[in-house]
C-alpha cells in the first residue's frame, strides 16, 4: 500500500479548512485517511498550522510520501 500525507478539505463554500491526513494514495482527495496528524486554516488572519511532528516523521520513516502542498506549509 502506497501512504501519502495529504490535505484533506473541510469547511464551507469559501471559507476552507484543511486537515493534514495519512491515507492510501490511491483514494479521492476526501475520502477515507489512516490517520490525522493535523491542520492548516489559510482564512485565519495569520495562518494556522498545527501538526504532531513526531507523528509525521514516524510516517515519512515507514516509507510515506508528502504532497508538495504539505511539504511547504511544514516546511519538511
Not at 478539505?9 to 493535523?38: N, Q
Amino acid at each position: 500500500m502506497a501512504t501519502v500525507v495529504r490535505l484533506t478539505r473541510m469547511g464551507r463554500k469559501k471559507k476552507p479548512f484543511y486537515r493534514i491526513a495519512v491515507t492510501d494514495s490511491r483514494k479521492r482527495r476526501d475520502g477515507g485517511w489512516i490517520e490525522l496528524i493535523g491542520y492548516y486554516n489559510p482564512m485565519a488572519e495569520q495562518k494556522i498550522v498545527q501538526f504532531d511532528e513526531e507523528r509525521l516523521n514516524y510516517w515519512l520513516s515507514v516509507g510515506a510520501k508528502m504532497s508538495d502542498r504539505v511539504k511547504k506549509i511544514t516546511g519538511k
